[in-house]
């Protein structure tokens, strides 16, 4: 007997666990990021998610994505996110 697999109803259980639990935790990353800013703008650290694309070969995930100037700089001389990824642990 052979196993059927229901993708669409898959995505949906995996879009929710990272919409409730992956976003929040790259939140934190994000927001630890922010604060060594030096900004009156939008934040330069940012969560980005990402879904089911024909062309992804990785599925659902969220990211911290440096969206500004001087948060690309920042990371590039200081490796911000490395640093602050602890942060996105379990509680």
């Known amino acids: 007997?052979?196993?059927?697999?229901?993708?669409?109803?898959?995505?949906?259980?995996?879009?929710?666990?990272?919409d409730t639990e992956g976003?929040?935790?790259?939140?934190?990353?994000?927001?630890a990021c922010n604060q060594g800013l030096d900004t009156d703008e939008a934040p330069g650290y940012r969560v980005s998610t990402e879904g089911d694309e024909p062309l992804s070969k990785n599925g659902y995930r969220a990211t911290v994505?440096?969206?500004?100037?001087e948060s690309i700089v920042d990371n590039a001389e200081n490796n911000t996110l490395v640093k602050n990824f602890h942060l996105a642990g379990g509680e």
């Open 23 to 31: 976003v929040e935790r790259m939140q934190r990353v994000a927001d």
């Open 65 to 69: 994505i440096t969206a500004e100037a």
């Open 1 to 18: 007997m052979a196993l059927k697999f229901n993708k669409k109803n898959w995505n949906g259980i995996i879009r929710q666990i990272v």
